[in-house]
């Protein structure tokens, strides 16, 4: 049995678009940012900042400025992704 698919472009670009994705975005950002919450000294700021570029997208940053040796030392933001289910890769591998 041969399936034939084709990718409807139009129809992924509006609901990657939709209101709907960007708030999945924003609660799984939120998510990774409560994640972190538990690996960095009490009282350290962590923001979520919502965007939007040609769909929605959020960056959660831990705003102390050890934050860099955090990360390069135990991996904050990657393993507080990582229990959030996603996936890191190094950006130039991500394509």
């Not at 700021?45 to 955090?70: F, P």
């Amino acid at each position: 049995m041969l399936v034939s698919f084709r990718l409807d472009s139009a129809g992924v670009r509006e609901v990657l678009r939709s209101q709907e994705v960007h708030q999945l975005v924003n609660d799984v950002a939120f998510e990774v940012a409560q994640n972190v919450g538990v690996l960095v000294p009490q009282g350290t700021e962590i923001e979520v900042r919502s965007y939007t570029t040609d769909r929605g997208a959020a960056t959660v940053v831990v705003a102390d400025r050890e934050a860099m040796g955090w990360q390069a030392r135990d991996g904050i933001l990657t393993r507080a992704a990582g229990f959030a289910r996603l996936e890191v890769r190094e950006w130039r591998n991500a394509r």
